[in-house]
Protein backbone atom coordinates (compact mmCIF):
# COMPACT_ATOMS: atom_id res chain seq x y z
CA UNK A 1 0.00 0.00 0.00
CA UNK A 2 1.51 3.42 -0.83
CA UNK A 3 1.32 6.58 1.25
CA UNK A 4 2.50 9.88 1.35
CA UNK A 5 6.06 10.85 3.14
CA UNK A 6 6.14 14.82 2.46
CA UNK A 7 5.72 14.94 -0.82
CA UNK A 8 7.07 11.63 -1.85
CA UNK A 9 4.79 8.10 -2.55
CA UNK A 10 6.40 5.33 -0.46
CA UNK A 11 5.07 2.03 0.28
CA UNK A 12 3.80 1.30 3.71
CA UNK A 13 6.75 -0.50 5.43
CA UNK A 14 8.89 2.41 3.84
CA UNK A 15 7.48 5.16 5.85
CA UNK A 16 7.50 3.16 8.90
CA UNK A 17 11.45 2.92 8.28
CA UNK A 18 11.84 6.42 7.28
CA UNK A 19 9.53 8.28 9.98
CA UNK A 20 11.51 6.81 12.75
CA UNK A 21 14.71 8.27 11.15
CA UNK A 22 13.80 11.42 10.69
CA UNK A 23 12.34 11.73 14.77
CA UNK A 24 15.75 9.76 15.94
CA UNK A 25 17.41 12.48 13.90
CA UNK A 26 15.81 15.68 15.47
CA UNK A 27 15.08 14.32 18.73
CA UNK A 28 17.81 16.13 20.61
CA UNK A 29 17.12 19.73 19.11
CA UNK A 30 13.36 19.17 18.75
CA UNK A 31 12.14 21.94 21.49
CA UNK A 32 14.92 24.29 20.21
CA UNK A 33 13.64 23.62 16.48
CA UNK A 34 9.99 24.00 17.15
CA UNK A 35 10.66 27.48 19.03
CA UNK A 36 12.29 28.62 15.62
CA UNK A 37 9.64 26.77 13.22
CA UNK A 38 6.73 28.45 14.99
CA UNK A 39 9.15 31.46 16.42
CA UNK A 40 8.14 30.29 19.97
CA UNK A 41 4.11 30.55 19.10
CA UNK A 42 3.81 26.72 19.53
CA UNK A 43 4.29 27.54 23.46
CA UNK A 44 1.17 29.37 23.39
CA UNK A 45 -0.86 27.17 21.16
CA UNK A 46 0.08 24.46 24.18
CA UNK A 47 -0.97 26.86 27.35
CA UNK A 48 -4.07 27.50 25.71
CA UNK A 49 -4.35 23.87 25.71
CA UNK A 50 -4.16 23.04 29.43
CA UNK A 51 -6.42 26.19 29.72
CA UNK A 52 -9.17 24.13 27.70
CA UNK A 53 -8.41 21.17 29.50
CA UNK A 54 -8.42 22.38 32.75
CA UNK A 55 -7.12 19.66 34.67
CA UNK A 56 -8.58 19.10 38.03
CA UNK A 57 -6.60 17.10 40.96
CA UNK A 58 -7.26 13.45 39.85
CA UNK A 59 -7.37 13.86 36.67
CA UNK A 60 -5.51 11.09 34.63
CA UNK A 61 -4.04 12.09 31.60
CA UNK A 62 -2.28 10.14 28.39
CA UNK A 63 -0.02 11.84 25.91
CA UNK A 64 0.38 10.22 23.55
CA UNK A 65 3.03 11.42 21.16
CA UNK A 66 4.62 13.95 23.83
CA UNK A 67 8.21 12.42 23.87
CA UNK A 68 10.14 15.33 25.19
CA UNK A 69 7.56 16.52 27.74
CA UNK A 70 6.16 20.00 27.01
CA UNK A 71 2.37 18.61 27.51
CA UNK A 72 3.09 16.51 30.66
CA UNK A 73 5.22 18.99 32.21
CA UNK A 74 2.24 21.70 31.76
CA UNK A 75 -0.15 19.34 32.93
CA UNK A 76 1.70 18.79 36.18
CA UNK A 77 2.36 22.76 37.02
CA UNK A 78 -1.21 23.57 35.96
CA UNK A 79 -2.56 20.76 38.79
CA UNK A 80 -0.58 21.84 41.28
CA UNK A 81 -1.03 25.28 40.90
CA UNK A 82 -4.80 24.79 41.36
CA UNK A 83 -4.26 22.59 44.52
CA UNK A 84 -1.52 25.75 45.81
CA UNK A 85 -5.19 27.97 45.29
CA UNK A 86 -7.40 25.31 47.02
CA UNK A 87 -4.85 25.48 49.63
CA UNK A 88 -3.77 28.83 50.23
CA UNK A 89 -7.67 29.64 50.44
CA UNK A 90 -8.37 26.94 53.07
CA UNK A 91 -5.15 28.29 55.27
CA UNK A 92 -6.57 31.90 54.56
CA UNK A 93 -9.55 30.26 56.58
CA UNK A 94 -7.89 28.83 59.09
CA UNK A 95 -6.66 32.27 60.92
CA UNK A 96 -7.20 29.85 64.64
CA UNK A 97 -3.92 27.82 63.52
CA UNK A 98 -0.47 28.58 65.19
CA UNK A 99 2.97 28.91 63.55
CA UNK A 100 3.92 25.64 64.29
CA UNK A 101 0.60 23.91 62.54
CA UNK A 102 0.62 25.81 59.16
CA UNK A 103 3.71 24.25 57.61
CA UNK A 104 1.62 21.00 58.78
CA UNK A 105 -1.04 22.15 56.43
CA UNK A 106 1.21 21.73 53.56
CA UNK A 107 1.66 18.39 51.48
CA UNK A 108 4.34 17.31 49.61
CA UNK A 109 4.48 17.14 45.90
CA UNK A 110 2.79 13.73 45.29
CA UNK A 111 -0.42 14.77 47.64
CA UNK A 112 -0.79 18.45 45.29
CA UNK A 113 -1.30 16.63 42.42
CA UNK A 114 -4.42 14.76 43.64
CA UNK A 115 -3.65 11.37 42.50
CA UNK A 116 -3.27 13.23 39.18
CA UNK A 117 -1.14 11.64 36.87
CA UNK A 118 0.24 11.61 33.32
CA UNK A 119 1.28 8.87 31.13
CA UNK A 120 3.61 10.11 28.37
CA UNK A 121 3.32 7.56 24.90
CA UNK A 122 5.68 8.22 22.39
CA UNK A 123 6.84 5.74 19.30
CA UNK A 124 10.30 7.04 19.64
CA UNK A 125 12.67 6.07 22.54
CA UNK A 126 15.11 8.78 21.70
CA UNK A 127 12.17 11.60 22.13
CA UNK A 128 11.41 9.20 25.53
CA UNK A 129 15.07 10.05 27.05
CA UNK A 130 15.04 13.68 26.20
CA UNK A 131 11.98 14.22 28.47
CA UNK A 132 13.33 12.12 30.79
CA UNK A 133 16.30 14.10 30.77
CA UNK A 134 14.16 17.89 30.95
CA UNK A 135 12.61 15.29 34.67
CA UNK A 136 15.61 15.16 36.10
CA UNK A 137 16.68 19.57 35.22
CA UNK A 138 13.56 20.92 36.13
CA UNK A 139 12.95 18.27 39.85
CA UNK A 140 9.97 17.02 38.75
CA UNK A 141 9.25 13.64 40.81
CA UNK A 142 5.66 12.76 40.84
CA UNK A 143 2.82 11.84 38.69
CA UNK A 144 4.02 10.95 35.42
CA UNK A 145 5.39 8.18 33.96
CA UNK A 146 6.87 7.13 30.24
CA UNK A 147 6.01 4.40 28.13
CA UNK A 148 7.36 3.51 24.10
CA UNK A 149 4.45 2.57 22.62
CA UNK A 150 2.33 3.07 18.96
CA UNK A 151 -0.60 5.43 19.27
CA UNK A 152 -1.87 2.70 16.69
CA UNK A 153 -1.45 -0.05 19.06
CA UNK A 154 -1.62 1.83 22.51
CA UNK A 155 -0.05 -0.69 25.55
CA UNK A 156 -3.00 0.13 28.39
CA UNK A 157 -6.03 -1.39 29.33
CA UNK A 158 -9.16 0.11 27.90
CA UNK A 159 -11.53 3.31 30.00
CA UNK A 160 -8.45 4.11 32.03
CA UNK A 161 -7.92 7.70 31.17
CA UNK A 162 -9.65 10.81 31.71
CA UNK A 163 -8.40 12.74 29.10
CA UNK A 164 -5.73 11.63 25.85
CA UNK A 165 -3.93 14.38 24.44
CA UNK A 166 -2.06 14.29 20.87
CA UNK A 167 0.05 17.68 19.56
CA UNK A 168 1.42 18.10 16.11
CA UNK A 169 1.61 14.48 15.54
CA UNK A 170 -1.82 13.16 14.45
CA UNK A 171 -0.39 13.93 10.53
CA UNK A 172 2.55 11.38 11.12
CA UNK A 173 0.24 8.45 12.20
CA UNK A 174 -0.04 5.96 9.31
CA UNK A 175 -3.76 5.18 9.98
CA UNK A 176 -5.41 7.81 11.63
CA UNK A 177 -8.75 6.32 11.80
CA UNK A 178 -7.03 3.16 13.87
CA UNK A 179 -4.97 6.09 15.98
CA UNK A 180 -8.44 7.56 16.58
CA UNK A 181 -10.17 3.96 17.55
CA UNK A 182 -7.59 3.35 19.93
CA UNK A 183 -7.90 6.70 21.95
CA UNK A 184 -11.83 6.10 21.98
CA UNK A 185 -11.07 2.87 23.62
CA UNK A 186 -8.25 4.45 26.17
CA UNK A 187 -10.58 7.06 27.87
CA UNK A 188 -13.01 6.15 30.49
CA UNK A 189 -16.87 6.97 29.44
CA UNK A 190 -17.41 10.57 29.04
CA UNK A 191 -13.30 11.43 28.43
CA UNK A 192 -12.55 14.04 26.69
CA UNK A 193 -9.81 14.07 22.79
CA UNK A 194 -8.14 17.19 22.78
CA UNK A 195 -5.48 17.38 19.67
CA UNK A 196 -3.71 20.37 18.93
CA UNK A 197 -2.18 20.33 15.64
CA UNK A 198 -1.34 22.88 12.29
CA UNK A 199 -4.27 23.88 9.72
CA UNK A 200 -4.76 26.04 6.51
CA UNK A 201 -3.84 29.44 6.39
CA UNK A 202 -6.76 30.76 4.64
CA UNK A 203 -5.14 35.09 3.90
CA UNK A 204 -3.05 34.47 0.60
CA UNK A 205 -0.64 36.98 2.13
CA UNK A 206 -0.05 35.40 4.60
CA UNK A 207 0.23 32.19 3.33
CA UNK A 208 2.83 33.08 0.40
CA UNK A 209 4.64 34.61 3.73
CA UNK A 210 4.10 30.71 5.48
CA UNK A 211 4.99 28.91 2.41
CA UNK A 212 8.17 30.75 1.97
CA UNK A 213 9.46 31.16 5.42
CA UNK A 214 8.54 26.79 5.78
CA UNK A 215 10.14 25.75 2.62
CA UNK A 216 12.98 28.64 2.52
CA UNK A 217 14.00 29.51 5.78
CA UNK A 218 13.04 26.16 7.96
CA UNK A 219 15.31 23.61 6.11
CA UNK A 220 17.88 25.99 6.63
CA UNK A 221 17.57 26.62 9.85
CA UNK A 222 17.39 22.50 10.38
CA UNK A 223 20.60 22.59 8.56
CA UNK A 224 22.57 25.30 11.06
CA UNK A 225 20.54 23.98 14.27
CA UNK A 226 20.65 20.35 14.07
CA UNK A 227 22.69 19.61 11.28
CA UNK A 228 20.14 17.87 9.54
CA UNK A 229 18.18 19.64 6.50
CA UNK A 230 16.75 16.61 5.30
CA UNK A 231 14.08 15.80 8.32
CA UNK A 232 13.10 19.52 8.88
CA UNK A 233 12.11 19.60 4.75
CA UNK A 234 10.42 16.53 5.57
CA UNK A 235 8.64 17.89 8.78
CA UNK A 236 7.61 21.20 6.34
CA UNK A 237 6.58 18.74 3.56
CA UNK A 238 4.04 16.86 5.89
CA UNK A 239 1.78 19.77 7.60
Not at 43 to 56: N, Q, Y
Not at 119 to 126: G, P, S
Amino acid sequence: MEMHFGFQTVSEEVKGGKFHQVFESVAKKYDVMNDMMSLGIHRLWKDLLLWKMHPLPGTQLLDVAGGTGDIAFRFLNYVQSQHQRKQKKHLRAQQSLSWEEIPKEYQNEEDSLGVSHVMVCDINKEMLKVGKQKVLAQGYRAGLAWVLGDAEKLPFDDDKFDIYTIAFWIWNVTHIDQALQDAHMMLKPGGRFLCLEFSQVNNPLIFSLYDLYSFQIIPVLGEVIAGDWKSHQYLVESI
